[in-house]
């Protein structure tokens, strides 16, 4: 189903929450969502999602905050299994229909948590791909907002990267499935990029927003920070400076510009994450290695041993010439100028071919 797109997204600055809210709506031109800050209020539960449009039904369920209560043994601690960004992630068990799933409880006293909660359900619901995380359901009761998401048991691709896995019970990635997850991540961007109608902008990519199920098949979670477009004939999008530091390319600090080129970028830096093992930033290391590209970027200038850069936990079971395609890839999505950089569509076939070759070391 196609979007409505209001012109007030292609301003200069971020919309307003009621601007934001209207751009998500379906085509259905006489909808008019009147969203403010009193909408967190039991006005918006009463009224407001009465104006979530019976598309948006059909496609998620709604629940009350007394049936996620329940499922998540009042909100325990034990149960928190992340950090959403505006909120905690908890794992809860759906007892009517026996599904565990991940249950996000947005903390509104953020300054963008009901924008957040609004992008992000309204975007979810009309996205459907294998590499995009499923939305179960929602509730706006009262003061409360929630996202329900399906579970993905293996957590975060950070987990697996960064955590010390001598006090953890993750097993470190192999090759294959690093690639595997390079591979997916791409295929759903290609999906938001190319697919989706109007496309859309996933403008947080990132290790930690990258889940994983019990077969390292990656989703993209947490659409908060999701922008549609450009369309028309538009080349970009103006919006405030958000994301996370290191990952963002360095045309967006400049200009408050994002473009499709924008997430590239963002997925180059996790392909070099998954290589070496390294996040984006990090202050305990020397200050030459504390920007992880800018770190690649001086290996590759010299002409360096591309297997110096592999991740230590791999212990050299990779295979020589599939890591240097791989460097090669991250490098050209990581290049500055963004008009340089490839489409996503290309990356996904790079990353298709190195995904079938043998992954035996040689």
């Not at 209020?41 to 996620?68: A, C, G, I, M, Y």
């Not at 590499?131 to 706006?140: D, R, V, W």
């Not at 697919?195 to 947080?204: C, H, L, Q, T």
């Not at 090669?328 to 008009?339: E, I, K, L």
């Amino acid at each position: 189903m196609d979007f409505f797109v209001c012109f007030n997204c292609s301003s200069d600055e971020d919309p307003t929450e009621e601007d934001c809210f209207s751009c998500f709506i379906p085509s259905t031109r006489d909808d008019k969502a009147e969203l403010s800050r009193s909408s967190r209020s039991k006005d918006f539960s009463e009224s407001q999602d009465k104006n979530l449009t019976p598309e948006l039904h059909h496609r998620v369920q709604s629940f009350t905050f007394k049936e996620l209560g329940a499922a998540t043994c009042e909100f325990r601690g034990a149960n928190i299994i992340g950090d959403g960004g505006f909120g905690l992630v908890y794992k809860g068990l759906l007892a009517e229909h026996n599904q565990i799933v991940a249950i996000k409880r947005l903390n509104l006293s953020a300054q963008q948590g009901n924008r957040e909660f609004l992008v992000e359900l309204l975007t979810l619901s009309m996205l459907q791909h294998t590499n995009i995380m499923s939305l179960i359901g929602y509730c706006a009761d009262g003061d409360e907002r929630l996202l329900v998401y399906e579970y993905m048991p293996l957590g975060s691709l950070e987990d697996h990267l960064h955590d010390d896995p001598r006090l953890t019970l993750l097993k470190p990635l192999s090759w294959k499935n690093r690639i595997k997850i390079a591979a997916g991540v791409a295929r759903g961007l290609e999906y938001l990029h190319n697919e989706a109608s109007p496309p859309v902008i996933y403008r947080d990519l990132k290790s930690s927003n990258i889940l994983l199920n019990n077969n390292y098949e990656p989703k993209l979670s947490d659409f908060g920070l999701a922008k549609l477009g450009p369309v028309g004939d538009n080349a970009y999008v103006f919006t405030r400076l958000m994301g996370t530091y290191g990952y963002c390319p360095p045309e967006y600090a400049l200009t408050n510009q994002i473009t499709q080129k924008t997430d590239v970028y963002s997925f180059g830096i996790v392909l070099l994450e998954l290589i070496t093992g390294r996040k984006a930033v990090d202050f305990k290391r020397r200050e030459d290695e504390q920007i992880l590209v800018d770190w690649v970027r001086s290996i590759l200038e010299d002409a360096q041993d591309f297997s110096a850069m592999a991740d230590p936990l791999l212990q050299g079971q990779f295979p020589i010439r599939s890591l240097h395609q791989a460097v090669v890839v991250a490098a050209m999505c990581t290049q500055q100028d963004a008009s340089s950089r490839p489409p996503i569509r290309n990356v996904v076939k790079a990353l298709t071919h190195l995904e079938s070759q043998a992954c035996d070391p040689s």
